[in-house]
């Protein structure tokens, strides 16, 4: 590692006096995402559209190398101090300032569909060295679309058909599980209590839902908590006409794992799923803004 910051400062210094150099602090997480390898990555990504502007970029990792080499923990003076002994005129303190993302989840046909909608806000502050003083910029940026589509695997159905029954299959994790009876000869009181099928705990018992000879079809909602709440697995549902304390009828389904995005900040999945994109959108501004202030 010492050997890398070292090739830095010597490729700075032949570069010559055309650009300034500017070092790119990592990207401090005010805003609590949750993102993994948020700081680096996004300052990483900001380096890249600033080297691509024709600036000469001290990258995030050498900041951050250079102050672990020097006992510096990171932060504001150990950024500023590093970008100093690598020979940058400027050195951005870029943050993610805010960053709300909104999960969704419908179906369509056979096409369950998993997408988000994301804002993020992000700030820099743009610091000349020479002078110990800069400016702040901010940028916002918004994106939304699907971060991915799987075949469902059941149609869904109308769980008062006839029977006992769920009205899928599978179901995703977290997603609404619907069950039903039609009742043959009603009027009847029933319960349904549903339980991994290797285990009888944890479970859900529902409330008794009664069934008349207007309405033979009683039906329950179970939002797959127990609590806790379940996870990807197969399960049972087994159906209670009181008093009989024995099941009259059982039904299996299946929760399997929820689609998921790869939140590791600069990986490809992210850099196209809605929060990548929104916090390309909100650089791109960012960049645009800081540009002036740095030529």
Same mark, same amino acid.
């Given at each position: 590692?010492?050997?890398?910051?070292?090739?830095?400062?010597?490729?700075?210094? /032949?570069?010559?006096?055309?650009?300034?150099?500017?070092?790119?602090?990592?990207?401090?997480?005010?805003?609590?995402?949750?993102?993994?390898?948020?700081?680096?990555?996004?300052?990483?990504?900001?380096?890249?559209?600033?080297?691509?502007?024709?600036?000469?970029?001290?990258?995030?990792?050498?900041?951050?190398?250079? /102050?672990?080499?020097?006992?510096?923990?990171?932060?504001?003076?150990?950024?500023?101090?590093?970008?100093?002994?690598?020979?940058?005129?400027?050195?951005?303190?870029?943050?993610?300032?805010?960053?709300?993302?909104? +999960?969704?989840?419908?179906?369509?046909?056979?096409?369950?569909?998993?997408?988000?909608?994301?804002?993020?806000?992000?700030?820099?502050?743009?610091?000349?060295?020479?002078?110990?003083?800069?400016?702040?910029?901010?940028?916002?940026?918004?994106?939304?679309?699907?971060?991915?589509?799987?075949?469902?695997?059941?149609?869904?159905?109308?769980?008062?058909?006839?029977?006992?029954?769920?009205?899928?299959?599978?179901?995703?994790?977290?997603?609404?599980?619907?069950?039903?009876?039609?009742?043959?000869?009603?009027?009847?009181?029933?319960?349904?209590?549903?339980?991994?099928?290797?285990?009888?705990?944890?479970?859900?018992?529902?409330?008794?839902?009664?069934? +008349?000879?207007?309405?033979?079809?009683?039906?329950?909602?179970?939002?797959?908590?127990?609590?806790?709440?379940?996870?990807?697995?197969?399960?049972?549902?087994?159906?209670?006409?009181?008093?009989?304390?024995?099941?009259?009828?059982?039904?299996?389904?299946?929760?399997?794992?929820?689609?998921?995005?790869?939140?590791?900040?600069?990986?490809?999945?992210?850099?196209? /799923?809605?929060?990548?994109?929104?916090?390309?959108?909100?650089?791109?501004?960012?960049?645009?803004?800081?540009?002036?202030?740095?030529?």
């Amino acid at each position: 590692m010492k050997g890398l910051v070292v090739a830095l400062v010597v490729g700075l210094a /032949a570069a010559g006096a055309g650009a300034p150099v500017v070092a790119v602090a990592p990207v401090a997480d005010e805003a609590g995402t949750g993102l993994a390898n948020l700081g680096l990555g996004l300052g990483d990504m900001l380096s890249g559209r600033l080297s691509r502007e024709g600036l000469l970029v001290v990258p995030p990792g050498a900041l951050q190398a250079w /102050a672990v080499q020097n006992g510096l923990l990171p932060g504001r003076e150990a950024w500023i101090r590093a970008a100093r002994a690598l020979g940058a005129e400027v050195l951005l303190l870029p943050a993610v300032e805010k960053f709300q993302a909104v +999960t969704m989840a419908f179906t369509l046909f056979l096409f369950t569909v998993r997408g988000a909608s994301v804002t993020a806000e992000l700030r820099a502050e743009v610091l000349k060295l020479a002078v110990g003083s800069g400016e702040v910029v901010r940028a916002r940026g918004e994106a939304a679309g699907p971060t991915s589509v799987e075949v469902a695997l059941h149609f869904p159905i109308d769980v008062c058909l006839g029977g006992f029954r769920t009205d899928k299959g599978v179901y995703w994790s977290g997603e609404a599980v619907t069950l039903g009876y039609r009742d043959p000869s009603p009027p009847n009181a029933f319960y349904v209590v549903i339980h991994p099928v290797a285990s009888p705990t944890p479970s859900w018992t529902s409330p008794v839902a009664s069934s +008349t000879v207007a309405t033979p079809c009683v039906t329950w909602t179970w939002n797959q908590l127990f609590p806790p709440a379940a996870g990807p697995g197969d399960y049972v549902a087994e159906l209670y006409r009181v008093p009989n304390p024995l099941p009259i009828a059982t039904r299996t389904f299946t929760i399997g794992a929820a689609a998921a995005v790869e939140l590791v900040v600069g990986s490809p999945a992210f850099g196209t /799923a809605p929060w990548g994109e929104a916090l390309g959108k909100a650089l791109d501004g960012l960049v645009a803004k800081i540009l002036p202030l740095v030529r």
